[in-house]
């Protein structure tokens, strides 16, 4: 167990719709980071958020946006959902600074867009 | 356009095989090159990780094999167990506003296969 705590585990939506993923980082990490995982592309580095602030941006989609609460807990919105979004969306907690740190990722969150 | 290619896609080996996953880049700001596992259902997990001021690291029975000039590093499994069955990618990642070790690439994966 990474610690790193994704909701829903598994989702299914239709084309048009918004859908809202929810990340809680483990105890004490700052920085939130989301990946996505699909065949055609791999894991791709979206974005990353630390304390709250953004911090880092990837290949995320201007339908896609992401936020990190006071609480450290983080969402990603994805909207106006198309078929290619289905995907497994991975957030990840590290500390940010420190020799050794590692990203410690989460089950994932399986988004299915029929 | 892949910042880290990988190879092969996959591997199959009898126990108590080397399994050995190649990894290439081109980016020579890239300064850390984890590799993580990932088993069917969970997250990628950290198994090793390298900087460019050493040529090799070993943790267990898992071995970094890191080339700068040619920017190649590779994983080495000794004595594979069916119990090392998983993907495993290769990444990379630079300094970026302070911080090292959020923004991965990863390579496209490696499905290993270690027969009893």
């Known amino acids: 167990d990474s610690g790193v705590t994704q909701t829903p585990k598994h989702l299914i939506t239709a084309t048009g719709q918004r859908v809202t993923l929810r990340c809680s980082p483990r105890?004490?990490?700052?920085?939130v980071y989301w990946y996505q995982q699909s065949l055609d592309q791999g894991l791709q580095f979206l974005i990353q958020?630390?304390?709250?602030?953004?911090?880092a941006k990837g290949n995320i989609l201007e339908r896609f946006s992401a936020q990190q609460f006071p609480d450290l807990h983080s969402e990603l919105n994805l909207s106006s959902l198309e078929l290619g979004d289905s995907a497994l969306y991975f957030c990840?907690?590290?500390?940010?600074?420190?020799?050794?740190?590692?990203?410690?990722f989460g089950e994932g969150s399986r988004l299915t867009v029929l | 356009q892949q910042q880290v290619k990988q190879s092969p896609q996959s591997l199959i080996v009898q126990k108590g095989g080397i399994p050995i996953i190649n990894c290439a880049y081109e980016?020579?700001?890239?300064?850390?090159f984890p590799w993580y596992q990932q088993f069917p259902g969970k997250g990628p997990a950290l198994l090793i990780a390298?900087?460019?001021?050493?040529s090799e690291k070993k943790e267990g029975r898992f071995t970094i094999s890191f080339n700068k000039s040619a920017k190649q590093f590779s994983l080495h499994i000794m004595d594979s167990q069916p119990g090392d069955s998983a993907t495993y990618f290769c990444?990379?990642?630079?300094?970026?506003?302070?911080?090292?070790?959020?923004?991965?690439?990863f390579g496209r994966g490696t499905q290993l296969t270690v027969w009893p």
């Open positions: 990444a990379a990642s630079w300094n970026y506003r302070g911080s090292t070790l959020g923004r991965l690439y």
């Open positions: 390298i900087r460019p001021d050493v």
């Open positions: 980016n020579t700001a890239f300064d850390y």
């Open positions: 105890s004490g990490d700052l920085s």
């Open positions: 958020y630390y304390n709250g602030e953004e911090r």
């Open positions: 990840a907690s590290s500390v940010v600074d420190g020799e050794g740190g590692e990203l410690f």
